[in-house]
């Protein structure tokens, strides 16, 4: 696998890959400022992987740079922004400075516009979700898979001023095709390694369980939109300080953002 995980391009190429040039909160467009110009162009071309990150060791061979803590885990939150779940984990988030990437959904970031900008006024990363979150993503007509990654990336950037560098496919549905389309919208398709399946609210116990069975170097999965996300809440509240007091560090992801 390790042939397969490599970039093309200067980013492969440098230990400190060019970092797309992120506005700050305040360059956020207000009502009366002007849209921004488009989205940056992310930081060389992306030959396509032949499997997506599934673990901060896949991370680092796709972008060189600095070694992750050997105690560290990283924690991703998908399918928001949601104007109730979203908030609470970021005050939970907050209060033990733990850094997430927030995997959106591009018509989630629609209408709930300010939640967005809050996940990145408050330091977190975003991923793109695309746009719909359609089904049997890596199935689908390369034309959608454009389209689905494309608008979702126009939205968060220009909602946010945050340009995705990383690209999840709902449900983890992959193909070569898909990684191909990933590849040329030059983002990084990222996994996870440790799934609690918060998402069919198997009980606050069942997620705490399995979220506390994380090992170092894992990517951990959670969801902050798609329904009722109490459960996930409640199981995070008791897990991020048991994992930080386990000594474990949460690392933010999307190492090409300030
Ligand atoms: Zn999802």
Redesign the pocket.
Known sequence: MAGALVLAGSAAASASPARVPAPRATAVPRPTAPRPSPAPPAPAAVRPLRRPVHTLKDYRRVLPGRAFPADAVALTI??GPHPVWTPKILRLLDRYHVPALF?M?GNQVLGHEAVARSVVRDGHQIAN?TWS?PTRMGRRPHTLMRRELARAQEKIYDTTGYAPTLF?S??GDWSPALLGAAAKARMVPLDWSDDPRDWTRPGVTAITHRLLAARPGQILLC?D??GDRSQTYAALRTVIPALRARGYRFVALDQRHP
């Open positions: 998908d399918d995997c959904i979700h979150h999840r709902p449900g969801h939109g798609g």
